[in-house]
């Protein structure tokens, strides 16, 4: 099949955009998409750059270059093949590097069935998952503390989720959505995910048009693998976003049909959501798809809507016609298994053309996303309350170590509890309780203010007493609200 189906369009104002073929599969899937995005009437000024193994090789431990870096910051967008990650220890992944170093802080992925063309056992799924990409337990915060007990800190911060939540809702309106639904845990994480949570509820109140809700992740999950066409936008933190959007992409058929935006508010990454597959690479059997569907995320993201919507609409017709890679190829369904190169040829010679059962794509042109970060209004009064002391102790048990610490004598404090992994052992514990060697000893002021110097005392008291100290959390009220969590049983 040859392109001359194509009716030749009006080729869009050319935009800078930095571009890597990547790995495996990834210079195949690259090229086809860039000929179908280019014969839909692409405006692109495509900068390649390389990254990578042969980056990773040439001893670079995160897989991209200094001047990609220049390349990046000078066009704002990047269009990128999936990579191959080395193997082993020391390899950091390029994925995560250039989302935080750039501030990529919105992760967009729609999900959309293609029922009958691609075997799903949901005909109507249509959603959008919109993850949190840059806080969370992806900050990699971790600490081993004691021989049995290692932590990994989840950090949500107020204005990063007020971002990825107004994002969600802006999203929303311009794509013409009718629902934002909100994943979290807030039943056991009530302060991270509460202000998650929170933030939610107060910024649905600036979009009366757009249905909103919240269900805890675990039910939301399985109700989303059960029913999903009873979801529509969907934004989550980002582990369960992480987690979920994979599952999202995967009921639709196919995880290698899906695409996705990685949003910053200077600088925007496009690409597939699988990776290199090197098994297949060179032999023209990828299929192109994922990454032409990033590639369309892109255009409407620099303005040439109505070019993604083209593309997108050949490419609807394409599988409606049943040309089909060999990863989607059914016998009885599939009328032609075709290699990368022919499926983009299918693509572009449907060019102009609308699916005829499947619902076309539509694309808003020039809606506004309002994104501008708003004054945060004035802060809360914090008050220190007391101090939660962590000790390395093998040998202790609750009575012992409360014993030893009420003789501290730190005037103006006093113990109030101790737990262990979050479950109170004292006062009052229970004896079926088990004890690690991580134990967490609560002092609260007895009185008065509870100051740094106090602090500052009880850990000196510690260290006399031969206690092993690993870390302390500050305990504060917030306009008078607590703001760290009781211990389980408390
Ligand atoms: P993968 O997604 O590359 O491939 C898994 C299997 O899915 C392949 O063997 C193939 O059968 C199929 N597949 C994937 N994409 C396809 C396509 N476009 N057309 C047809 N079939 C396709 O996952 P993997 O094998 O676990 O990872 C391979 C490499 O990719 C690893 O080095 C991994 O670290 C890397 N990776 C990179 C990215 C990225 O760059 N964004 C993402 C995920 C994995």
Redesign the pocket.
Known sequence: MTSTAATPTQTAKKVPVTVAY?????PE?MEATLRIITEAGAGLELEPIEI??SIYHRGISNGIEASSWESLRRTHVFL????????GGGFK???VTVRKTLGMYANVRPCASLHPYVATKHPNMDIVIVRENEEDVYGGIEHRQTNQVAQCLKLISRPGSKRIIRYAFEYARANKRKKVTCFTKDNIMKITDGLFHRTFEEIAQEYPDIEHEHWIVDIGAAKMADTPEAFDVIVMPNLYGDVLSDVAAQITGS??LAGSANIGDHCSMF??????????AKQN???????LHGALLMLVHIGQSEVAERAHNAWLRTIEDGVH???IYKHGVSKEKVG?KEFADAVIARLGQKPAHLKPAEYAKGAHMNLAIRPAGKPPMKVRVGVDIFIDRRDGNPDMIAELMEKFNVEGTKLTGISNRGTKVWPNGNPDTYWSDHWSCRFEGDGELFTAQHVVKLLEAADRAGFDVIKTEGLYTFNGERGYSLAQGE
Request: avoid cysteine; glycine fraction near 16%; proline fraction near 10%.
């Open positions: 990547g790995d495996g599969i990834g899937i990578g193994e990128k093949a999936p990579i191959t990650t080395p193997q992944s390029l994925n995880v290698g690409e597939a959501i699988h990776g290199s597959a090197p098994r297949r059997l990828a299929n192109p798809s994922g990454l890679t060999y990863d990368t």
